[in-house]
T-cell receptor, first 114, second 111 residues
Framework: DAGITQSPRHKVTETGTPVTLRCHQT?????MYWYRQDPGHGLRLIHY???????DKGEVSDGYSVSRSKTEDFLLTLESATSSQTSVYFC?????????????FGSGTRLTVV | KQEVTQIPAALSVPEGENLVLNCSFT??????LQWFRQDPGKGLTSLLL?????REQTSGRLNASLDKSSGRSTLYIAASQPGDSATYLC??????????FGSGTKLNVKP
């Protein structure tokens, strides 16, 4: 998707290891979000950021941390990966919280914890 | 907590048919509603965004309507094509910085 890059695209990791996913944007949007998508649960918000060093929790934040040291990068870290964190992770950006702006999504990272 | 429901979960239609996808939400105090398309193994592509003050939005063969008071939105697809096969998701923006998603409708358009 134009302006958003997620890396890696696929990753297999072992239970108990730390994992960091990266979201990079070239749109200079203020707001960035991390979602996970699971069958039967749809898309659920993990964490989001409303500016450099400004982050907040979503509905499924346990076991995850985030950091945003630059406008263009939003990192999602699984401190100690568990099998329940096997999922597809999507990053999204939004220019403004005003009503006429929606989301733009990245292509996703498929994470498997074995 | 806002609950977003999409019915049906899956739909199979012959090519050329007009069809309607439904999205309902429990809290009518929304800022906007957005329809997305997701192809298998891909991200979400925005189709239409309707402001809370609007009743509908159109883009090509797609028309989305919004009835805030009843907590409903519909996505109308005219003259469906096999290339329209995908999962369609709706999302409502409830407060200033979060969206809530439905689980999607998986559409299959048969040639």
């Amino acid at each position: 998707d134009a302006g958003i890059t997620q890396s890696p695209r696929h990753k297999v990791t072992e239970t108990g290891t730390p994992v960091t996913l990266r979201c990079h944007q070239t749109e200079n949007h203020r707001y960035m979000y991390w979602y996970r998508q699971d069958p039967g649960h749809g898309l659920r918000l993990i964490h989001y950021s409303y500016g450099v060093k400004d982050t907040d929790k979503g509905e499924v934040s346990d076991g995850y941390s985030v950091s945003r040291s630059k406008t263009e990068d939003f990192l999602l870290t699984l401190e100690s990966a568990t099998s329940s964190q096997t999922s597809v992770y999507f990053c999204a950006i939004s220019e403004s919280i005003q009503t006429n702006y929606g989301y733009t999504f990245g292509s996703g990272t498929r994470l498997t914890v074995v | 907590k806002q609950e977003v429901t999409q019915i049906p979960a899956a739909l199979s239609v012959p090519e050329g048919e007009n069809l309607v996808l439904n999205c309902s939400f429990t809290d009518s105090a929304i800022y906007n509603l957005q329809w997305f398309r997701q192809d298998p193994g891909k991200g979400l592509t925005s189709l239409l965004l309707i402001q809370s003050s609007q009743r509908e939005q159109t883009s090509g063969r797609l028309n989305a309507s919004l009835d805030k008071s009843s907590g409903r939105s519909t996505l109308y697809i005219a003259a469906s094509q096999p290339g329209d096969s995908a999962t369609y998701l709706c999302a409502v923006k409830e407060d200033s910085d979060k969206f809530y998603f439905g689980s999607g409708t998986k559409l299959n358009v048969k040639p």
